[in-house]
Structures are given as structure tokens and as C-alpha cells.
């Protein structure tokens, strides 16, 4: 569900609302069923909350969910809070115990707080790590689905001055491989990679920096030498939409925003988050909590509807096996 102060409930509700989602999946909520009934009466709506019973077969308005218990519909929409933070932790954790008891085929997240998450006792900094940890994974990735650009990235949630100490020739040259590796079996193909330079124009053969001739370009030829499909560095402000219109199959980007801004840019709404590397499927929305729309019943719930199908479709294709 997310965060309960956020406009998770109020996109997961909207999003069941569209009926040809009940023709390819059974979804269940994750959650607090006082606060789903609080979102459904705040968006004036006919739907019904009930409890999840694996076996029943439910009708076209009815919202399934398991109701954890642990809010009250006084949490205040967009305040930062420790206690749905606490909440939010605590879905995650049941998502992945559901799905390692075989209740549960793939995890679609609403987007949770980090301030809030981190209150209420959980030191990641995002829903990849989290789950990552959950599942003993090691090597893992996010990325991002937009139509035909998919961009996974070398970091996450790092101040800027970090992450670009992250692009090293071994760590980019392992996520090349991982890229290959995961996205060929996720696509069923033998894909093409292209690496985004760091630096404005890729550098312009090194007159405005010399990460992409030290680190960059040997990670490449390193991969392209192993006889992946990678080609490289390009210059950040094109190689994005080369990438939409179908030049690659992904991209790698060098840190979080530059990867995002082209995807929110080019696909906002209709973008999908997928971590990588997970012995689960775990698709999730490309944009945040939006506290300040939060209650208010305007929120878009395209993205979510995005990660709905793309979670069924993954799924579906064989992308993992439905028991750990």
C-alpha cells in the first residue's frame, strides 16, 4: 500500500477501479483496510473492502486486502510520520513472507517515504534495498521500463558528489554483464546496451573530464571483449532518446537522476520501476509520495496501472518462478 500519508492508497484504488485488470490478475492489497476504506470514501466511490480468503472468487468491486492492522485513519495526509513509515516497513516485510509461502506471484509497490521509513525504524534508503535484503540478494539493480527505453542505473539514492565516485571500470563493467544477463532473459533476446558518458558530451574526448576515457570506455571494451552487445559512452543528453525511439534495448545510466529525468520526461505516467536481480517479480510507480496532493483525490494513477500490467505480464512471460 505505501505510505498511508502519501497517494498510495488513493492510486491502488483507482487503478482497481479499472476492470480489465481482474481479466489477468487477482490483486490484493497489501495494507491497512481502515485506510483503503478512508481513501474509497474520500473518492466518493462504490467498493467494498474485504479480507483476502485464497480460495473465494470475488466480484468486479470488491477491494481484497491483507489487513495488517497497524493504523488508524487518523494519519494525516502529507505529513512525515514515523508511524506510517512503520507501516509502510511492515507491508514490504509481509509482501515478501506472502510471497516465499507461495500466496502471492509478483509485488507492485506504492511509493513509500524514506524520511518516514527511516522513523519508523528502517534504515534503507528505498524499496530496492529493502526488498533486496529481504530476499538474500546480492546483486540486484533498479531500472526503469519506458515503452521501449529501459534504463538501469549505477546507483540509487546517493548525494551526487558519491555517486560519481560509483562509476568505477569493475562496477560499471559487472553491471554491463548484469544488464545482459537479466535483461536478455527478461526480454527473451540477446539484447543491445548502450552506457550514457558522466560528463556533458561523453566528455568530448576528454576536454570536460576524464571519467569516460579511465573508467568508462575499459569497462566497455572489457564486456564488448566477453561478446555482449555494449557500445559507448554517448553523450547523456541524447542517448535517452535514442533509446526510446528503439535504438538499444537498454541503457545505463550513470546516476539516479540522470536516468530519471529522462524517463519522468519523456514517460511520466507511464514509466514503470523494476528491480533487477530479485528472485521475484517487483515492479513499482516512477514518481514519490507526492504529499502535497496527498487527500486531496487527484492524483494520476497511470504509473500504476503501468507496474499493475507490467507485473502481470513479467510474470506471465515465465520472468520467475511463482515459489522461492
Request: overall charge negative; hydrophobic content about 45%; charged content about 25%.
Amino acid at each position: 500500500m505505501g505510505d498511508a500519508a502519501g497517494i498510495g492508497p488513493e492510486i491502488i484504488v483507482k487503478s482497481l477501479q479499472d476492470q480489465h485488470f481482474r481479466d489477468f490478475v487477482r490483486p490484493v492489497v497489501i495494507g491497512d483496510a481502515t485506510v483503503m476504506t478512508r481513501t474509497i470514501a474520500m473518492l466518493g466511490l462504490d467498493a467494498e473492502v474485504v479480507d483476502f480468503v485464497r480460495e473465494s472468487k470475488m466480484n468486479d468491486s470488491t477491494t481484497e486486502i491483507f489487513d495488517l492492522k497497524n493504523l488508524t485513519t487518523d494519519v494525516p495526509f502529507g505529513v512525515v510520520s514515523p508511524e506510517a513509515g512503520k507501516a509502510a516497513g511492515e507491508y514490504i516485510e509481509k509482501a515478501v513472507t506472502l510471497w516465499k509461502e507461495g500466496e502471492i506471484d509478483a509485488l507492485c509497490t506504492a511509493p513509500i517515504n524514506k524520511k518516514s521509513l527511516n522513523l519508523g525504524g528502517y534504515d534503507f534508503p528505498g524499496h530496492t534495498e529493502f526488498i533486496a535484503s529481504l530476499t538474500d540478494t546480492r546483486e540486484f539493480a533498479m531500472s526503469f521500463f519506458a515503452d521501449k527505453l529501459r534504463v538501469v542505473l549505477i546507483s540509487t539514492h546517493l548525494p551526487l558528489s558519491e555517486a560519481i565516485g560509483q562509476v568505477q571500470t569493475e562496477r560499471l563493467a559487472k553491471l554491463i554483464e548484469f544488464t545482459d544477463r537479466t535483461l536478455s532473459k527478461l526480454l527473451k533476446k540477446k539484447i543491445m546496451i548502450a552506457v550514457a558518458g558522466l560528463n556533458p558530451h561523453a566528455s568530448e574526448n576528454g576536454m570536460f573530464g576524464s571519467e569516460e576515457r579511465d573508467e568508462i570506455e575499459p569497462a566497455i571494451e572489457k564486456c564488448a571483449a566477453a561478446g555482449i552487445d555494449v557500445s559507448g559512452p554517448y553523450s547523456p543528453d541524447t542517448i535517452f532518446l535514442r533509446g526510446y525511439r528503439g535504438e538499444f534495448d537498454a541503457v545505463v545510466a550513470c546516476y539516479h537522476d540522470q536516468a530519471t529525468i529522462a524517463v519522468k520526461s519523456l514517460s511520466f505516467g507511464s514509466a514503470v520501476n523494476v528491480t533487477l536481480g530479485l528472485p521475484l517479480i517487483r515492479t513499482s510507480v516512477d514518481h514519490g509520495t507526492a504529499f502535497d496532493i496527498a487527500g486531496k483525490g487527484v492524483a494520476d494513477a497511470s504509473s500504476m496501472k503501468a507496474a499493475i500490467r507490467l507485473a502481470g505480464d513479467l510474470f506471465a512471460a515465465g520472468a520467475t518462478s511463482k515459489t522461492p
